[in-house]
């Protein structure tokens, strides 16, 4: 007869975060999508969210790099990114 064995914390673990890796990769095609729609129509808000994109690109990179060099886990930085997605979400969901 066979036990089955009872998942671990780390196992666990591992599948929270495929599903937080899964929840970014679908939230950002959302976000993705918003801003496509955005940029095919131009004009200054057009501009305006390129400029914001590229800052809020390098300004999350350095916080997911100082977030790992102080000992912050991996699961935290998707966590940290998926705030910022789901934020911008919101805000182009508005206009």
């Known amino acids: 007869?066979?036990?089955?064995?009872?998942?671990?914390?780390?196992?666990a673990s591992l599948v929270a975060?495929?599903?937080?890796l899964a929840m970014l990769g679908v939230e950002a095609q959302m976000v993705i999508g918003q801003r496509m729609a955005l940029f095919m129509?131009?004009?200054?808000?057009?501009r305006k969210e390129a400029r914001l994109m590229?800052?809020?690109?390098v300004k999350a990179a350095?916080?997911?790099?100082?977030?790992?060099a102080l000992g912050g886990?991996?699961?935290k930085v998707?966590?940290?990114y998926r705030r910022k997605v789901q934020a911008n979400n919101r805000?182009?969901?508005k206009g």
């Not at 089955?4 to 914390?9: E, G, H, L, V």
């Not at 129509?41 to 057009?46: D, H, I, M």
């Open 41 to 46: 129509l131009g004009g200054p808000k057009a």
């Open 91 to 93: 805000r182009l969901g």
């Open 17 to 20: 975060m495929g599903t937080e």
């Open 73 to 75: 886990t991996p699961r």
């Open 54 to 57: 590229v800052t809020e690109k």
């Open 78 to 80: 998707v966590r940290g």
């Open 62 to 68: 350095g916080q997911a790099a100082a977030t790992i």
């Open 1 to 11: 007869m066979r036990f089955r064995r009872k998942p671990t914390n780390k196992t």
